[in-house]
């Protein structure tokens, strides 16, 4: 694997080739100015290349004199072979400060990816089409068309059936059109004990089209991916807002709001509109006709899905806090306004309690901890965070309110982790300047969870906010500044964005973040404390949210979102609930496991937990008011940048 | 039982007490001219009673001084005590002439009636209500709404249910509104291993309202009953006619119908108005909710089984004959336009072939003949005819096309056999005078089918028409006449009608019963000799079809429509289709049963077989050309009263 030096810290990093060089540059702690997210035309991730070469880097925003010394663009350059990169004096910063800055980007889990699946022989999409060829019918054979069909697939090895009605109307032109050959589609039943479905007849053999959708409906943002069943690889996966949040941020308000004449009505649809809106643009994008979708699978949290389902989830708001029910019967997508065939079934994932639903459930599954013997702590940071702790003996959860900020919700210039997206920042601590990458190294657009927690840590570590996170005016930088919706700091101008506006974080997005990462900390302190278990007892953290491709460990645990726990041990999965939708698509096994899940899983209400409002109200704080004990590596880490900063402002 | 002897004839009878006297005579071969149906308004039917008293029979028709002597009208009197009653001369005829018209009502079978279910200890209805308390949830206990239920049930050892939404959706208001008490209305699984189903649930205790309904959905007539789930009592039956007949007489002609644009839907409508109207006017008879309709059980004919789904019959009526299905998977009564309330599952009989529908399926259930060790003959006469022959161990079967004659379509006067519908007739066969009877007792409407055989053998025995079914001019009768559309016989005059029109049997009405049951006497003639038995090998003839409450056996041999068996090995069961949607309202159990018969039922198609055409031909004589051989008591009958007849002429 090639080397990678970085001049003048003399920090020497492995790193496959074709790895980008700014991305490289920002995991290993060195920071390189950089204000056009990676797209390689603000000119000023300017790096000098000796000892080897880079592939690309080369742009009209070098002079032929600075191209032919090895100047090069580090965010349009990638590794190549051994190369010693120079940082200039414009970009580079004190080495000490920015020890806490280095690595820790979790490892990404590969959680039965289809390849995994296929190599295990545990491959067996939840639905599947079959070729059947049957003998034309004569006065001597003049069986129905329905039993020449079960007959030819009882000597195909395939029995118990049920043929939807849509089924049997198309069969009899299927038949004939096809000459006696015909396509089926078949969804397979949860326990093998149970009845295949035909869902769809076509004429001929149409097996190479057979997808499934897995689709994860969110407070704030709605996931969905398009699969395709004969090879298990995803071909699309596309992001939206649920359009539900114009009657509220949260599932309280969103409760409230069905309250209201037609109000169960207006939610049901702007959760299924959403959905519509994304899976449009995915088939748009991918060229597929609705006709191939032949499986669809919802995951959500609790009163996401009574919502979606139209079911008055007034009871999850009060106490007791019960759900109507744990598990829904299937159902045809298009009968809850999904813009799907009516062939399509919809699978939607069971709930735990009101507040650990099917997202949560999906998540579980996915990643697998039902049936690993080591002890793990899921979180799934969304607008509903949830927790879960347990292996495969046992399992217990509850959930927090985390507000939407993790998902781009409620922050000026916040939104999903789109083409354009802020998702990871470092800054100069001595000058404020920072180095900005987006999802698709598009120009930024805005910042997302991601991109706000790397800010907040690098923040921290500049000294630009305090330990409550106000912005400290007496930063050299004059991105601190005072805006129409009180201090914010500039991350991009407008002149490096897409929308011509500058992009900053206003107090008010702090404010919002620190609630959020305090929900989840206080959550799985007070649950780790429920069940008799401290944080070290973990052998492993599992993350799930819609953030970017990752989530930088070191800078979590530095804001007090995570544990301090050996980087090592955390893994992050991306989207937990569309992963678990996903897998039962392509391995319909896993389906018979979901109600294990529900089954072995202990709901703890965190109301009535004593400790927990203490734990909250420490956790508005950065990284925490116990910081000495609670997040010791941290609170060093900070003292050392403090000291080592003012030893650099000192020596200018 | 009281003993009532007729004079001049001598005849002498035992009936119960409480029976009509007109009815009485009828059967007993004793003509007594009436033309007002048995209303008691034409005054005809006069009687001299002595030797004991009748119940009944004054009217104001009488003098006082006839009164004072002794004379009643027969259709008012019923049997109380022995008793002599005198037939007076104007209704009196020769006694021999009369031979043929004796006795011969077809015993009634009571094909598992809910008392003998009980008495069985096999009464278990699909549909059942259970109330179900439960503890009010806390917060130790939070359990959601379904599992709260469920786990309830449990206790009660009612397990393996599935919830459907619907009853979801009901779920939480009704448990709060019930105050933790509800009533659940289970529909049970066709196989004691399948879910029970829940379908709705209501607060507090509504246990004493469960309905079903049982649909007949025949090519001409359309026929519902309600059924009382907890008593499995009968709480009315209604008929009306098929609206789809603006699209063809019969099923032929409506498939040809769906091939126009929209057809198919057209016919569809058209199935569910039909049957619409006949639960409308049973519900508001009965004054009942459709909320308490917990099942229907629907039962029809191939094509019409299909144009009520919606699924496009184009290959029934195309050789080799192929139906599209056996079976249809359980659907919502709501969704193919039934006005019946959302959660009412309906339940669709399967199909053995394209002419052998689940009306057939439904008889052969309904009178448990696949159970039997006697071979027996099922004969059910629609519009689409269908025979079935076989026992316990086998069953074959094939379709007649009949035409609507016997539910009185195609016929100038007919009608469905409902109040004021001509169900039998005797005549005078020197006079050509008649004795009417209708349905109800009302003054005549009309001619159902039982009324036509009846009148169509009492003009064999009157020499009123010949054996080609053509009128006798030369008979000294004046109700034979050219009408607008032909030779036609005055069955009433309009002053004793309701519709005040004469009600006449035109040649062509002859004509259309004439193929009618020659199509019968073929088909049954045809699907024996197929399987390798005569007609004298049956020990049983079953038959059903939508006739009023009987059919005369002597008459409709005597018309070639039965083989010339013995009277007692004939039993008539009404509409048998009904009779066994009916039954498995109230005994689930036989619900398991109904694919037994689909399997174990041979179709054959007469097409195929050569000598369905020439007992066709042969049949469309009276009784038939091989009347010698293949009814010989009928050949000697008429012989016998042709001579007697030409005597008492010749006499006078």
Redesign the interface.
């Known amino acids: 694997m090639p080397k990678v030096r970085f001049e003048p810290m003399g920090k020497e990093v492995e790193a496959p080739a074709g790895t980008n060089l700014l991305d490289l540059a920002m995991e290993s702690g060195i920071h390189i100015n950089a204000s056009c997210g990676g797209r390689g035309v603000c000119g000023k991730c300017r790096v000098n290349i000796s000892g080897g070469e880079v592939g690309g880097g080369v742009s009209e925003k070098l002079s032929e004199k600075d191209r032919g010394a090895g100047v090069r663009l580090a965010c349009k350059s990638e590794v190549i072979q051994d190369v010693v990169v120079g940082i200039p004096v414009e970009s580079a910063i004190d080495k000490v400060a920015l020890k806490a800055l280095a690595g820790g980007s979790a490892r990404i889990a590969r959680a039965y990816d289809e390849v995994e699946l296929k190599e295990q022989g545990r491959f067996d999409p939840a639905s599947v089409k079959k070729v059947v060829t049957a003998p034309e ?3 001597e ?7 020449r069909l079960l007959d030819a697939l009882k000597e195909m090895g395939e029995r118990h059936f ?4 849509e089924a ?2 198309q ?3 299927a038949w ?1 059109d096809g000459n006696w050959t015909v396509t089926v589609t078949i969804v397979r039943p949860v326990n093998p004990t149970g009845r295949n479905r035909i869902v769809k007849v076509q004429p001929g053999d149409t097996t190479d089209r057979n997808l499934a959708v897995a689709i994860d409906l969110g407070t704030t943002t709605v996931w969905a991916q398009v699969l395709d069943c004969n090879s298990g690889k995803i071909l699309g996966t596309e992001g939206g807002f649920n359009s539900q949040i114009s009657h509220g941020e949260d599932v309280i308000s969103r409760i409230i709001a069905t309250g209201k004449p037609g109000g169960l009505k207006r939610l049901q649809e702007a959760a299924a509109a959403s959905i519509n809106e994304v899976l449009e643009t995915l088939f748009n994008r991918l060229e597929l006709s609705i006709e191939d979708i032949n499986l669809a699978v919802l995951a959500g949290n609790t009163t996401m899905t009574q919502l979606f ?4 989830p ?2 999850i708001r009060l ?11 299937p ?1 045809q997508a298009s009968s809850f306004a999904l813009h799907l065939a009516n062939h399509t079934p919809l699978v939607v994932f069971p ?1 735990v ?2 507040y650990v639903g099917g997202d949560v459930v999906s998540g579980v599954l996915g990643v697998g901890m039902h049936k690993d013997p080591k002890l793990t702590l899921f979180l799934d940071l969304g607008t509903n965070g949830e927790v879960v702790v347990g292996n495969q003996d046992w399992l217990a959860c509850a959930a927090a309110s985390a507000g939407p900020a993790f998902e781009g919700g409620g922050i000026k210039y916040g939104m999903r982790a789109s083409a354009g997206a802020i998702e990871n920042i470092s800054i100069n601590p001595l000058t404020g300047e920072p180095s900005i990458v987006t999802v698709g190294r598009q120009l930024p657009k805005g910042i997302c969870g991601s991109g706000l927690i790397a800010a907040v840590a690098a923040f921290m570590m500049a000294g630009i906010i305090d330990e409550s996170g106000k912005y400290n005016f007496d930063h050299p930088t004059d991105r601190i500044r005072d805006g129409e919706d009180g201090p914010e700091f500039v991350l991009v101008y407008k002149e490096d964005t897409q929308i011509g506006r500058d992009i900053t974080l206003t107090e008010l997005d702090l404010d919002n973040l620190l609630r959020a990462k305090g929900a989840m900390f206080a959550a799985f302190m007070a649950l780790l404390e429920g069940v008799g278990l401290s944080i070290h007892d973990l052998e492993r953290v599992i993350l799930a949210g819609g953030f970017g491709q990752s989530i930088n460990i070191e800078r979590a645990i530095m804001i007090g979102l995570l544990p301090e726990l050996p980087t090592e041990k955390f893994i992050f999965v991306g989207n937990g609930s569309l992963l678990g939708a996903r897998l039962i698509c392509l391995a319909n096994h896993l389906r018979a496991e979901v109600g294990h899940i529900v089954e072995m899983t202990t ?1 703890f ?1 965190l109301s ?1 937990h004593p400790g927990y409002m203490d734990y909250y109200t420490g956790s508005l704080f950065l990284p925490h008011t116990e910081a000495k004990t609670l997040f010791p590596q941290v609170y060093n880490n900070l003292n050392e940048a403090k000291e080592s900063l003012k030893a650099a402002r000192a020596a200018k």
Chains 1, 2 share one sequence.
């Open positions: 019918p004569s006065l054979d003049a069986r129905n068309d329905v039993r049920v043929v939807d009605f049997i109307r069969l009899p032109g004939r389902l139209a079911m008055d007034k009871y106490e007791p806090y019960v759900p109507t029910a744990a598990y829904y019967p159902v709930s309690a009101s709901n209400e009535a």
